[in-house]
């Protein structure tokens, strides 16, 4: 697991960026999504801002992950059901 903040919010980002692009979906489609702007994802992929919970939630529902895989808890993207 990860110590601190900085880096999970570097491999929040980074996986965000990586599992969108592998599933060949533009970041308006991820921004409309979550409810945000276009610039509000991109803060999110840059490592600029964090997502609500909401956010978080609604980001990795749409990208058919896990949230403990976007934030870093896991490096298996399945979701348990």
């Known amino acids: ?9 570097q491999i929040f980002s980074k996986r965000l960026k990586t599992t969108r692009k592998s599933l060949k979906i533009k970041q ?5 999504s979550a409810g945000i702007t ?16 909401s956010n978080l939630y609604a980001l990795a529902e749409h990208l058919g992950v896990s949230l403990d895989y976007l934030v870093g808890r896991t490096n298996k993207p399945e979701v348990n059901k």
């Open 28 to 32: 308006q489609e991820m921004a409309d």
């Open 38 to 53: 276009l610039r509000g994802y991109q803060y999110y992929e840059a490592a600029v801002q964090e997502p609500s919970m």
């Open 1 to 9: 697991m990860v110590s601190s903040t900085e880096n999970l919010k």
